[in-house]
């Protein structure tokens, strides 16, 4: 990745930011969807010179608690998305009544179960079920999702594991469209265990190692952080990515001209013209992108990378596994 100057020039009538120029009232919308099918076609090739070399292909179980209709929708998604590059697959679905026992014992067989590469459970689960005693009990070699406690130690050492698909994706997403980061001031607006702070590690850590992170000061705020100081951070930041789950949260005001706008969030609101659902981010899209650089939109942002980057973490998984076997 290039290293600019941290002296670039906007101006009134045109923009350019990590050497691109646009309009000076349009960002410029980062296309997830089209990311993500190029990223797919090359795991597919990938996927088939595993099998080519005589490895078996690699299975995915996905484990599902409850009747939740979102976690049905999301799981779905990932399934097609196994179907497409090559991947086998399956849904184990139990109901919500399961004890934390049932679930434990159940991702222990999987864990022992050779044929199984990689295993998540989608969350969140039921509240009776402790997510992160379910989410370390998944064995680290084939925990795709990158949430057990040794694969995030791992990304906070900058070390070689299985990171958490969506802030993979929003990683990729700024290396493709050449959003330069190295010394830039970012702001990550949330702070869960799965996406914002892994997202705050992957911004900030040393490109030098084995991350390949990305060298930004980040700021860190969320749900507690004071309107006004929220937006006064945002208003100093290069990159913004927002986790909050809260619709419109970041407004035109808030953001720097030129700044690259990644929205992580996925609200189900009620169109007040239509009367039918939608879905929308946690940034006021139409306003922001008045004066953003670059955005994200919801849906087809982030969304089908974390998809995308599921599979590569499922593939990884494997990969692993499989070299494991022939030296043992």
């Known amino acids: 990745m290039l290293r600019r100057s941290l002296g670039s020039i906007v101006s009134l009538a045109s923009r350019k930011y990590s050497g691109k120029s646009f309009s000076s009232n349009m960002a410029q919308i980062i296309n997830g969807n089209e990311i993500a099918k190029e990223i797919r076609g090359q795991l597919k090739q990938e996927l088939k010179d595993l099998v080519d070399s005589g490895n078996p292909v690699p299975h995915l179980t996905a484990v599902i608690v409850g009747e939740d209709p979102a976690s049905e929708k999301y799981v779905q998604n990932k399934m097609n998305a196994c179907l497409e590059v090559g991947i086998s697959s399956e849904t184990k679905r139990l109901p919500a009544s399961t004890t934390q026992e049932e679930l434990l014992q159940l991702i222990a067989e999987l864990n022992k179960d050779q044929r199984v590469t ?148 996925i609200n189900r609101i009620k169109d007040e013209k239509t009367g039918k659902f939608k879905l929308v981010g946690d940034v006021d899209f139409e306003e922001v992108r008045q004066v953003a650089g670059h955005i994200t939109p919801v849906p087809g942002g982030v969304g089908p990378m974390t998809v995308a980057m599921l599979l590569h973490n499922t593939l990884k998984t494997a990969k692993k596994q499989f070299c494991d076997r022939q030296a043992s």
């Open 118 to 265: 990689g295993v998540l459970v989608q969350l969140p689960v039921p509240e009776h079920i402790n997510e992160r005693t379910i989410c370390n009990a998944v064995d680290v070699d084939k925990d795709v999702d990158g949430f057990n406690e040794l694969n995030i130690g791992r990304l906070a050492l900058d070390m070689d594991g299985i990171v958490p698909a969506t802030p993979l994706g929003v990683k990729r997403l700024l290396e493709h469209q050449n959003i330069e980061t190295h010394g830039r001031n970012a702001v990550v607006v949330g702070r869960s265990k799965n996406v914002s702070l892994p997202m705050a590690i992957l911004l900030h850590a040393d490109g030098k190692y084995a991350t390949k992170a990305l060298d930004a000061t980040v700021t860190i705020c969320h749900r507690y952080t004071p309107p006004k100081e929220l937006a006064r951070h945002c208003r100093q930041a290069d990159i913004i990515v927002v986790a909050v789950g809260k619709p419109g949260l970041i407004t035109k005001d808030m953001v720097k001209p030129g700044a690259c706008v990644i929205d992580v969030g």
